[in-house]
């Protein structure tokens, strides 16, 4: 079992720049590929990235594709997403997950998330 618990979201103008980090609790983190969701007010909850157990594989959604970068650190049981050209459309709560599962777009794959994060972009 991993616990997650998501930091460094905020307040931020468009154009400007965040970078989320999920720290796992456990010793068996690099067993997990881990994910990025959000979700915005009254939307369903979308993929954002993903990164395979090694890191060595990473995927994004088109809509961040280009301005987001996940990122893990085995040794330091945390995974990142640097999040650049924030857009007032990105706004939303950010959760980070983990899945036994190789590295996809499924939430039903994800068997553990954290509390969330919120992300808010002003134009």
């Known amino acids: 079992q991993v616990q997650l618990v998501e930091s460094g979201g905020g307040l931020v103008q468009a154009g400007g720049s965040l970078r989320l980090s999920c720290a796992a609790s456990?010793?068996?983190?690099?067993?997990?590929?881990m994910g990025w969701f959000r979700q915005a007010p009254g939307k369903e909850r979308e993929f954002v990235a993903a990164?395979?157990?090694?890191?060595?594989?990473?995927y994004y959604a088109d809509s961040v594709k280009g301005r987001f970068t996940i990122s893990r650190d085995n040794a330091k049981n945390t995974v990142y997403l640097q999040m650049n050209s924030l857009k007032p459309e990105d706004t939303a709560v950010y959760y980070c997950?983990?899945?036994?599962?190789?590295?996809?777009?499924?939430?039903?794959?994800?068997?553990?998330w954290g509390q969330g994060t919120q992300v808010t972009v002003s134009s």
């Open positions: 990164i395979s157990k090694s890191g060595g594989n990473t």
């Open positions: 997950a983990a899945s036994l599962s190789n590295y996809n777009y499924r939430a039903s794959q994800y068997g553990y």
């Open positions: 456990g010793r068996t983190f690099s067993t997990y590929a």
